[in-house]
């Protein structure tokens, strides 16, 4: 049975994020050390090769679980593309993948392409993320913003009638602002849209789009008036050497505004721009490969929690690990496998 929604609405550092997101990372490269959190086997252990396709936000994560379960059983790869969500279910969805890490669940056209190809599919929570709403440190005049601001500045409407600071509120600037933000082919630009314009893919079509985080923050940055969003990470990665910064955001949920840190995001008041991070798992590479398979998932849940706060990501609660153990369980059964069929057990 194929789970069709999620049922829910480093190499820390500039180094890695940035070397995954220009898409030079096909594979991952053993790490020493993989902490008491995380478990493997002894003796030969699987081997072969993982192909994980999908997002580029959430391939840090996916990545640093492959590097560790490499180093753990040298005859494997995990071979990350982060190409984006939505590039990513096309491949997934076409039997291209193993693995697919998405930044938002699986939309009504995907599940469609996957039925169409006989592809049946599960789904595992790997932690929470924040979109950060980021200006340069010189701008002194956005304190924080509205979803009603936002939404002004973003959706297609605004392309001619909103470009200056002083369209949004009278009292800033009468300058032209400089707009930053992921392209379509990403599960950010797709949540983001929803989440504060109300319809997927409403967007403004004259700023500057990309399919790089990484070159939304340095834009932003560069420029005074440079306004943008982008998955949390990356602006982790360069606010303490860059000029650039998180603008509070309104919460849908108390009407006060809130910066995206580990308690707004975990206390569940960064709303709506906090969002959980997927990997959906093929199932029919799991009844081929199912110790491949299902040892590197077992592993990835084992160290989930710690693999996205190694990235700068936020932990899913313990709850969420336990139900992906389920999942995994409950996988197997379905392909004819037991949990005593992998060399990875649960923790």
């Known amino acids: 049975m194929t789970d069709n929604k999620s049922g829910r609405s480093s190499f820390s550092g500039v180094s890695r994020r940035n070397f995954l997101t220009i898409g030079a990372l096909t594979g991952a490269v053993s790490v020493a050390g993989c902490g008491d959190v995380l478990s493997g086997g002894s003796g030969d252990g699987p081997s072969g090769t993982i192909d994980a396709s ?29 190409e984006g969500t939505g590039a990513g279910f096309q491949e997934f969805c076409r039997g291209n993948s193993g693995v697919q890490s998405a ?71 009468d300058e032209e602002m400089q707009l930053h933000a992921r392209d379509s082919a990403s599960g950010t630009f797709d949540y983001f849209t929803e989440a504060i314009n109300g319809e997927m893919g409403d967007i403004r079509d004259d700023y500057s789009a990309t399919s790089q985080t990484n070159e939304i923050m340095g834009a932003v940055a560069d420029n005074l008036h440079g306004f943008g969003w982008g998955g949390l ?43 959980p991070l997927f990997a959906y798992v093929n199932l029919a590479t799991l009844e081929e490969k199912t110790d491949l398979i299902g040892s590197f998932v077992r592993f990835y849940v084992n160290g989930a929690q710690e693999f996205a706060r190694d990235e700068d990501f936020y932990a ?32």
């Open 103 to 173: 930044s938002r669940e699986i939309t009504g056209d995907e599940v469609d392409l996957c039925s169409e190809n006989n592809i049946d599919y599960g789904f595992l929570e790997v932690g929470l993320d924040g979109l950060s709403v980021v200006k340069n440190s010189e701008n002194d005049w956005v304190d924080n913003i509205t979803l009603e601001e936002l939404q002004l500045i973003w959706e297609f409407e605004a392309t001619e009638e909103v470009t200056r600071w002083s369209d949004v509120r009278d009292e800033w600037p």
């Open 316 to 347: 899913a609660p313990d709850e969420v690990t336990e139900e992906n153990h389920d999942k995994i369980d409950d996988w197997l059964d379905q392909v004819g496998a037991s949990p005593d069929d992998l060399t990875v057990q649960r923790d």
């Open 233 to 275: 990470g990356y602006l982790r990665d360069i606010e303490d050497d860059q000029p650039i910064e998180a603008v509070p955001v309104e919460s849908d949920e108390d009407g006060e505004f809130y910066l995206p840190d580990q308690d707004n995001i975990e206390e569940g008041l960064y709303s709506p721009l906090a969002r």
């Open 54 to 82: 999908g997002s580029n936000t959430v391939a840090p994560i996916t990545s640093w679980a492959g590097e560790n379960f490499e180093n753990e059983y040298p005859d494997v790869l995990v071979d990350v593309a982060p």
